[in-house]
């Protein structure tokens, strides 16, 4: 199996759909204007993502001392090790036991997930993959189904272009903005673990690999936190700390954020009223409405990416949704993931119609 072409008339989304779904083993090289990356699969499971020229934030070494996880020196000592024996860096670190082998598995994912997120990104370049044997430090690999990239390279792609609007420099500092939330706005549990590391002198991106959560989630996270008051940004030493706002303003920045909060949880309201009266779902939660429209939409693509792949295979879209399954482009259950309710498809000249039983608009191609 040997694949050629253009991003521009076949996405990596749908690329990594198809490699996913034949269980594929082999090299995927995505070239573009600025880079070349390079992604290895193993029996469809994506097991090394890598960028040429190397991006200074993805590499290892520098990953594992951000994240407190090895000391300078002993990073130092590895690459010198590593540089003589010919050996990989992770594999010297794993001998010496100057890192845990659990560190640096998820250290590794965080850098292959990173990297494959920034290929969502990408509008133009060319892609080659050859189906064969890859050589990888399997012990020390955790392999990342594409589905799950599939899944998160979606919202990546939706809500980067506003994260980048609301923090567009990594190297911004927060602090936690003054006075007591505790009793009027308490966090979860993951965005809390982000909260308590701000400190005014650590930036975005030390943040980004203490918190271990990714570049996406992390700026989603504190998106949300600017958002609900809750930290403030650190100016340069030059122009001084920022001042503590008065009490007063801080008030009225409170009670304007309870009023917007009543009024969405009033819209979301109604969204659930009307989404019941429609027929599409019948849930007692907003929130499971919300995830279960987020999952509809996203199936929806991959089913889309699907049919694109059926025509580049055998070129022509397929009689009924069934042909995919039969063609080993997705499963049965697909058909009917997230609500158990049959998708609607119908040929439509030079394209088709996909209509997912709970989203209300259709897809046209």
Partial sequence: MALKGTLR?????????????????????VTGPQAVVTVLFDGGQIVDAATRPAVPEYDLGMMMTRAGLIHPAQLEMAQAQSKESLQPLELVLQKTKAAAEEDLREMKRLRHLETLYDLFLWKDGEYAFEAGPVNYLAKLVIPVSSEQVLMDGYRVKDEWPELARQIPDLNLRFRRAPGDFSSIDRLDPEDDRIYRLLDGQRTVQDIIFLGRRGKFETLKTLARLLERGRIEVVVSAKAGPRRPAPEAPRRRTLAFSGAFFVLVLLMLNGVRLNVQRSGWLAGPRVEADSRLGLLARCQTERLRNGLAV?????????????????????????????AGKAYSYQRTGDGFRLESPILSAAEEK
């Fill in 9 to 29: 008339d076949f996405g990596i989304s749908e690329i990594l759909q198809l490699i996913g779904q034949q269980k594929k083993s082999g090299t995927l090289v």
């Fill in 310 to 338: 059926y025509r580049l295979c055998y070129g022509q879209r397929p009689a009924e949704l069934q042909d995919l399954v039969r063609a080993g482009l997705c499963r049965a259950s697909d058909l009917r993931f997230p």
